[in-house]
T-cell receptor
Framework: DTGVSQDPRHKITKRGQNVTFRCDPI?????LYWYRQTLGQGPEFLTY????????KSRLLSDRFSAERPKGSFSTLEIQRTEQGDSAMYLCASSFGASGRSPYNEQFFGPGTRLTVL | GQNIDQPTEMTATEGAIVQINCTYQ??????LFWYQQHAGEAPTFLSYNVLDGLEEKGRFSSFLSRSKGYSYLLLKELQMKDSASYLC??????????FGAGTRLTVKP
């Protein structure tokens, strides 16, 4: 297994455009998380899925943000009508969840997608 | 609400020992994680504590006091490659995490 992958690694867009990011988790993991990280800050939780169900969304996630995980495997995060304040690193992570394989739900992070909104 | 505090920056000398502290106030606390993040890279898991006490793993150790809402990460025999951000994260509810802002450690020769 090659770990969590994200695509694209970098995205530059103009304000008002829509962007979509993809995350491919580790294949056996049932949980998938999206975080946003700005310079000098820790990752901020956005949302997570258990299989295909979106179980929690942060209040940070405005109506312009939507995430899907249609078949319980890869996930997409879409930002509509991007704003300059959306510029950040978007991190995806996956885990087994609390289970016999990983009793403390260690999350494995992907390399991130760096978004720049001009 | 969730509140996780750690120092913004620390500096230490190669070969020395450094302790990075973290205090937390969270609801549904379910353990304390430490992650390492090098500049421009993804966070990588270092340790997890759910019971009070010290967990040792090679040069890195992590301590937790649940009653005090306090944890620390201890790094021994510092190496230049240990220069990175160290993220404290509280496990909450059903094993999800909330991160602090991170402590940027600089190791000098």
């Amino acid at each position: 297994d090659t770990g969590v992958s994200q695509d694209p690694r970098h995205k530059i867009t103009k304000r008002g455009q829509n962007v979509t990011f993809r995350c491919d988790p580790i294949s056996e993991h049932n949980r998938l998380y999206w975080y946003r990280q700005t310079l000098g800050q820790g990752p901020e939780f956005l949302t997570y899925f258990q299989n295909e169900a979106q179980l929690e969304k942060s209040r940070l996630l405005s109506d312009r943000f939507s995430a899907e995980r249609p078949k319980g495997s890869f996930s997409t995060l879409e930002i509509q009508r991007t704003e300059q304040g959306d510029s950040a690193m978007y991190l995806c992570a996956s885990s087994f969840g609390a289970s016999g394989r990983s009793p403390y739900n260690e999350q494995f992070f992907g390399p991130g997608t760096r978004l720049t909104v001009l | 609400g969730q509140n996780i505090d750690q120092p913004t920056e620390m500096t230490a000398t190669e070969g020395a020992i450094v302790q990075i502290n973290c205090t937390y106030q969270t609801s549904g606390f379910n353990g304390l994680f430490w992650y390492q993040q090098h500049a421009g890279e993804a966070p990588t898991f270092l340790s997890y504590n759910v019971l009070d006490g010290l967990e040792e793993k090679g040069r890195f150790s992590s301590f937790l006091s649940r009653s005090k809402g306090y944890s620390y990460l201890l790094l021994k025999e510092l190496q230049m490659k240990d220069s990175a951000s160290y993220l404290c994260a509280a496990g909450v509810h059903n094993n999800d995490m909330r991160f602090g802002a991170g402590t940027r450690l600089t190791v000098k020769p």
